[in-house]
């Protein structure tokens, strides 16, 4: 067993066997893929061959067939076949008289005429058999209702040709398109097969049809065509030529050419009915096809086929396959003979180079196993001058090193002896040292373990949160979640762990689409946290509304490790909120009312209809007045905040003009502009078109930002409007040379009832609405609305606007304006 695991382990065997592996078996898979390679390109031409060899059967049927077409119309249009329809034979009165006189009386006449029309009819049609021998076989003439009334042959006068008047009269073709072409079988022609093709003839005097000719072609022409090897041809294999099969078979299905040598076969085929693939496809679809499939009679041939789709005619060229297919077989017998004689042949070769190469290897072999035994003073004996010498001259250089190199170990042993013993004691003095370092170590054990509680608290305080916590991937699926998800959501933990966070199965997908992208945006591409209210959806189909901080966790590099979501479920809030909301538009608009009536009546006294006042008692009065519009104008800023917040207001757009807008509205708070000594700069893009927006809720946000920039500006200031249009926006910028808004609240700005500290001091007068009521209308009506301040200098505020302009919108009732 030795032996055999040896001589497998040989170099001889190795070499061998790689000679295999590298060799014969990728021979085998070129040879297997160029032979299939082979076989593609042989059938793709061999296709190729078989269309065009069908392509010129059908350039000799289409010959053939305007040859008879041509000879056809040549007939009709015989001023003789016209005569003869026209009952015409003499050429003017004069002969008409000669004939009377000949014969007497008109009948004489009548048959004088028809004999002379005959006999000139007979011989132009005799003249044209004997120019087309063998090839023009008889002639019809029929009058217009089918009756023949001459032809050839004599026993077919006074027959009538009733399927040639249905189908004449049944096409809508132009006389000089009309003609049928069909192949009749009738005893009269030995019952042989005809092409019989049928034209209408026309009156030479008025172009109307008068009658029909059919002219009987030999089919010998045709049968040639099918059965020859023209010149075209020649790409087919002369031996395979004579076994091609080429038929026609009509509408029927019926063979009426063929090029069969077998007349047995011939016959049986020209009386039964083809369905094959060929023929149903040319029937069907009026498709020609070409490629290897099954023949009428169950055969595996390679063919193509033409339809004639005029004529209802199918021209089919078959060659059995294996006939087609016998080079391709005679090919693959050789390759599959001469491969395994060349392969053994090479491997002969192999085994000798290779025994003639291992043998100075085995003799160096030999001669290490000798020296590996301890006998140093042998010497390998390989006399070869290549590679192997040289490897043989370095291995006895190599022995002779050993030799040396023993006798020099034994006295580096004894050296070493000492030294090891010294080495042992310091590795004494590494182990007390080592004593030391697991203290140390033993200490960051308990560092570690007490980090480790301490991350246990902090998974603790994450897990019994009561806010919802989801930690996501950089796309969103979901690492982990706390309890709260399942208090909130109704969702369990299990359910939603390595799915998208927020998706439609989920919780999510009741926002916009717009709402999602900015959000991705926000936490995804501009890598900031997102907060913002969010509506959800728990399991049962309640819907909620959450407070929602999404923050992206960044790597050194500043690249997105994972998301961090905290969402807090805030629907009580909102609920309370907005019952709180529609307490205060009923409030405002209780209050509303009364308020009306004071001012009323406080105009009325000031105007002196419930007598005179004097002066102390008209200021106080102008106070009072005064006093009732702030509250009154309070009220009103209630009523849309409220309206706002419930989403109950009117959006009615219409096209305006935004320039008179901004001019009306400034025009009213001209009073307060020159109280202020306010100078007022405008700058308006004069191009800009008409935008359908709400007349109304424009001049509330117009209203609110002039009037602010105004009562917010420094005396002698400068307010500053520019109105211009982009490539899809309106842009409005209102900018004061005010006191600003301190950095620290600028977050709440647009906040409801605040006012900034600096201008709560300097302007006691002031509901803390108006912005809030501008953002709420701008953002609710597909606008958006920011801001640029710095204390002491200035605000300016931006607002863009669709050109698109505002959606409609219905409600219940529009905002106020004051």
């Not at 490539?727 to 301190?742: C, F, L, Q, S």
Request: with cysteine; net charge negative; glycine share 6%.
């Amino acid at each position: 067993m030795k032996k055999i695991i040896s001589k497998l382990n040989s170099i001889s065997f190795t070499l061998i066997m790689h000679f295999i592996i590298v060799g014969f078996v990728p021979t085998i898979i070129i040879v297997f893929i160029g032979l299939n390679s082979a076989e593609k390109v042989f059938s793709q031409e061999l296709e190729k061959n078989f269309s065009q060899y069908v392509q010129s059967k059908e350039v000799q049927i289409n010959t053939f067939l305007g040859l008879t077409e041509s000879l056809s119309r040549d007939l009709a249009s015989s001023c003789f076949v016209a005569d003869k329809l026209s009952n015409k034979g003499v050429d003017d009165i004069d002969d008409i008289n000669e004939s009377t006189e000949d014969v007497g009386g008109i009948e004489g006449i009548e048959n004088a005429i028809t004999k002379d029309v005959d006999q000139q009819l007979s011989e132009y049609i005799s003249s044209k058999k004997n120019i087309w021998k063998d090839f023009l076989s008889e002639v019809n003439i029929a009058d217009p209702s089918g009756k023949i009334v001459f032809s050839t042959l004599e026993d077919a006068i006074g027959q009538e040709d009733n399927d040639l008047v249905a189908y004449f009269n049944s096409t809508n073709k132009s006389i000089e398109d009309l003609i049928k072409t069909e192949i009749i079988e009738k005893k009269e022609f030995n019952n042989e097969k005809v092409v019989k093709v049928s034209i209408p003839v026309v009156s030479l005097d008025n172009d109307q049809r008068i009658g029909f000719i059919s002219a009987f072609y030999d089919m010998k022409l045709l049968e040639k065509y099918i059965s020859g090897l023209s010149k075209n041809e020649n790409n087919i294999n002369l031996n395979q030529s004579e076994s091609i099969e080429t038929y026609i078979v009509d509408s029927r299905g019926k063979i009426f050419v063929s090029s069969f040598g077998n007349v047995d076969k011939k016959n049986y085929f020209e009386k039964i009915s083809l369905n094959s693939y060929p023929v149903a496809e040319c029937i069907q679809k009026q498709k020609d096809i070409s490629g290897v499939y099954e023949s009428y009679d169950k055969r595996e041939v390679i063919g193509a086929s033409i339809c004639f789709p005029n004529k209802g005619w199918t021209l089919i060229s078959e060659l059995d396959f294996a006939v087609a297919n016998s080079g391709m077989e005679f090919l693959e017998k050789l390759m599959f003979i001469s491969v395994p004689i060349i392969f053994v042949f090479l491997l002969i070769i192999v085994y000798v180079l290779t025994l003639r190469f291992s043998a100075p290897i085995k003799k160096l072999t030999e001669t290490a196993a000798l020296i590996s035994s301890g006998n140093f003073g042998v010497v390998a004996a390989v006399k070869e001058k290549n590679e192997i010498g040289e490897l043989a001259m370095a291995f006895n250089g190599m022995a002779e090193k050993l030799r040396k190199y023993y006798s020099y170990l034994e006295e580096e042993v004894k050296k070493r002896t000492s030294q090891l013993s010294e080495k042992v004691e310091e590795t004494e003095n590494a182990k007390k040292a080592m004593m030391n370092i697991l203290e140390d170590v033993e200490e960051e054990k308990k560092k570690a373990e007490n980090l480790a509680k301490d991350l246990e608290k902090f998974m603790l305080a994450v897990e019994n949160s009561w806010e919802l916590i989801i930690i996501t991937d950089v796309d969103g699926v979901i690492l982990y979640a706390n309890r709260a998800l399942e208090r909130i959501t109704k969702f369990k933990i299990s359910e939603v762990l390595g799915k998208k966070a927020g998706n439609e199965k989920l919780w999510g997908g009741l926002e916009s689409k717009e709402f999602y992208e900015k959000l991705w945006k926000t936490i995804k591409i501009d890598k900031k946290p997102f907060i913002g209210e969010i509506r959800n959806k728990r399991k049962n189909g309640d819907n909620y509304i959450g407070l929602v901080n999404i923050s992206p966790i960044l790597d050194k590099e500043g690249n997105i490790m994972f998301f961090v979501a905290i969402q807090r479920d805030i629907t009580l809030e909102k609920d309370i909120d907005r019952t709180k909301t529609e307490f205060v538009s009923l409030a405002s608009h209780q209050l509303r009312t009364p308020l009306t009536s004071i001012n009323w009546y406080l105009e009325m006294i000031l105007d002196g209809d419930a007598g005179k006042i004097n002066k102390k008692q008209e200021e106080y009065l102008r106070e009072a007045k005064d006093g009732s519009q702030r509250m009154a104008d309070l009220v009103t800023a209630l009523l849309n905040v409220s309206r706002l917040e419930l989403g109950t207001f009117v959006v009615e757009p219409e096209p305006t003009d935004i320039l008179e807008m901004s001019e009306s509205v400034l025009r009213e708070l001209r009073l307060q502009t020159k109280e202020r000594k306010i100078k007022v700069e405008t700058q308006y893009d004069k191009e800009l078109p008409e935008i359908k927006v709400d007349p109304k809720l424009m001049r509330i946000v117009f209203q609110n930002l002039f009037s602010n920039a105004i009562k917010y500006n420094s005396e002698k200031g400068k307010l500053e409007v520019i109105v211009k249009c982009d490539k899809n926006n309106i842009r409005i910028e209102v900018a004061d040379t005010g006191y600003g808004i301190p950095e620290h609240q600028k977050d709440k700005i647009f906040s409801k009832l605040f006012r900034a500290d600096n201008v709560r001091e300097a302007v006691t007068d002031g509901t803390g609405l108006g912005l809030y009521i501008v953002k709420s209308i701008i953002e609710q009506t597909g606008g958006e609305i920011w801001f640029e301040s710095k204390e002491n200098k200035g605000t300016r505020f931006f607002v863009t606007l669709p050109k698109s302009g505002m959606k409609e919108r219905s409600g219940v009732k529009a905002l106020d304006v004051k």
